[in-house]
């Protein structure tokens, strides 16, 4: 049996996603913002990981000044075959290529570029499900949970999607000083980012991810200066307009009131480091984490 259309269109464009990550990270390496050595680490650790997905051939040829016949007799001198990707590399053949790559591949110096990444944009532009993609395809990336006032909508889980909280207690963390930011929504409810998962991820190396609205990204600005602020836009305003209708989870006022906040939103995102279209979620997740530089990949080489 033929798999449904839906299923080939949703194969057809994780596949398409991921060939752009692989891309990613191999100009990373080209260019010398990511090296080598770093890719091959975070390929070993994770094999969901869009590295352990890469030829080591294909890793080979991003080394700059490295072409194919060189590449053909290097491989062949570490007995690796040209289609062995690296997560299917043997014991040996893995401590092999290490070997080579920190001897022959250029360093790169720790970058100035903060770990910490707000991703921020208007309602409906897909936020939450660019965020979600990331957290469940780039391991190395911590996704911050905020707390907020609201209730769940379906399918949102208490502690992953967000920590649902009364006003007591969100109050009572506000007093505490317990929030890294936070802002009324909508003139409704409140959001607000917990400091200490993030002060924790952050002191052990980890690259961190705010999925949070535009008040928020800058108080976190004012706050953590180093922060790279990243704003996500829709294909057109008709678009928005209709990802926000067709979710069903607001009533009629409630969707003009979201309208009339994002064509402020929309105004705000000069004030961003980076602008990312969400046309297709894999594609926008892709380009987030690039903007990012994987930098879990490049903490770990910082510490070889």
């Given at each position: ?39 091959l680490d975070t390929a070993l ?170 008040q928020g990204a800058r108080q ?37 009131r979201r309208l009339t906040t ?43």
């Amino acid at each position: 049996m033929k798999p449904p259309e839906v299923d080939r269109v949703a194969a057809s464009r994780a596949a398409v996603a991921a060939r752009r990550a692989r891309a990613s990270v191999k100009r990373a390496v080209n260019e010398r913002r990511l090296s080598a050595v770093a890719v091959l680490d975070t390929a070993l650790s994770s094999t969901e990981s869009v590295e352990a997905t890469m030829r080591v051939r294909d890793l080979l040829l991003s080394i700059p000044g490295l072409g194919p016949v060189r590449v053909d007799r290097i491989m062949g001198r570490l007995e690796i075959a040209a289609s062995k990707r690296l997560s299917g590399l043997g014991v040996h053949q893995q401590q092999r290529l290490r070997e080579f790559l920190v001897k022959r591949a250029p360093r790169v110096e720790q970058p100035e570029q903060s770990r910490l990444v707000v991703l921020a944009g208007p309602t409906a532009v897909g936020k939450g499900t660019v965020s979600t993609y990331i957290r469940e395809n780039y391991p190395e990336v911590l996704l911050s949970v905020s707390a907020t006032t609201r209730a769940p909508r379906p399918g949102e889980v208490d502690g992953v999607s967000y920590y649902f909280i009364d006003d007591d207690e969100f109050d009572r963390m506000v007093a505490a000083g317990e929030f890294l930011e936070w802002a009324v929504v909508h003139n409704k409810s409140r959001y607000g980012t917990p400091r200490t998962p993030i002060d924790t991820a952050l002191s052990a190396g980890r690259s961190v991810l705010l999925e949070i609205d535009i008040q928020g990204a800058r108080q976190v600005k004012a706050a953590m200066p180093e922060a790279t602020l990243v704003f996500l836009l829709p294909p057109t305003w008709e678009e928005l307009v209709r990802r926000l209708i067709g979710r069903g989870t607001e009533s009629l006022e409630e969707q003009e009131r979201r309208l009339t906040t994002a064509r402020v939103e929309l105004a705000a995102q000069d004030e961003f480091d980076h602008r990312v279209v969400n046309r297709d979620v894999q594609a926008a997740a892709a380009e987030v984490v690039e903007l990012m530089q994987i930098q879990k990949a490049i903490d770990l080489h910082g510490k070889e």
